[in-house]
């Protein structure tokens, strides 16, 4: 099964949770409060992973991580929507998203009740997680480091890790920016500028990369 969970009966919650209850603790304008009602069909929280459902310590910055099964009506993950949910709620939140026979998941990467980046596999992929750690903090690292490649994640320590991740998504992004407006550019000079600048974000890309 994709992104399957393997979690103790003692951690299950699988309780419903009310889209109103988002409204309630965070101030939303009326677009948002809409698109949690034509974007989500169902948020289940689905698991508690604490020390007294694991068995597993807590660190100052990881108390406790939270699996919550959200429920489409399209097959589209609502991101903007994710960040209301993260930011009225204080732990870190592991996501199944579901909709008809596919999933997928996703993860914040949260400090200080903040998300500071997001991770999502993509849909129908298999993505195995270790819920297993010296301390929770080391488990939501594992969990974090399911969604990020291979070459990527074992080069070293977790902060290592994920600026490395976050510069290779910053190059991709700009070098896919980069094609684009070298491709609709008419100006000679400016093609060759523009060329210039793409090669230079290749080239840093495969450094990277190769060094991964």
């Known amino acids: 099964m994709n992104c399957e969970l393997k979690l103790p009966e003692t951690a299950l919650v699988n309780k419903f949770v009310a889209k109103t ?3 309630e603790k965070v101030s939303l304008s009326l677009k948002i409060q809409n698109e949690f009602i034509h974007k989500i069909q169902k948020i289940t929280w689905k698991y508690k992973l604490a020390e007294n459902t694991i068995g597993i310590s807590k660190t100052d910055n990881v108390t406790e991580i939270q699996v919550f099964e959200i429920e489409l009506k399209e097959q589209i ?6 960040k209301v949910i993260d930011k009225a709620i ?4 592991l996501y199944q998203f579901v909709y008809k026979d596919n999933i997928a998941c996703g993860i914040t990467l949260k400090e200080n009740n903040i998300g500071q980046n997001y991770y999502f596999s993509e849909w129908n992929e298999e993505i195995i997680f270790d ?10 690292q594992k969990l974090i480091k399911a969604f990020i490649p291979d070459d990527v ?3 070293g320590d977790f902060d290592t890790i994920i600026d490395t991740d976050n510069k290779i998504k910053h190059l991709e992004k700009e070098i896919t920016t980069l094609d684009r407006k070298l491709k609709k550019e008419k100006q000679f000079n ?11 974000r290749q080239k840093q890309l495969k450094n990277i990369k190769g060094n991964a």
Not at 131 to 140: A, N, S
């Open 131 to 140: 819920f297993t750690g010296i301390d929770l903090e080391k488990v939501y």
């Open 190 to 200: 400016r093609k060759v500028e523009l060329n210039k600048s793409l090669l230079e």
């Open 77 to 82: 993950i609502p991101k903007n929507l994710l």
């Open 153 to 155: 994640k074992n080069q």
């Open 21 to 23: 209850k988002f409204y």
């Open 90 to 93: 204080p732990y870190q939140i």
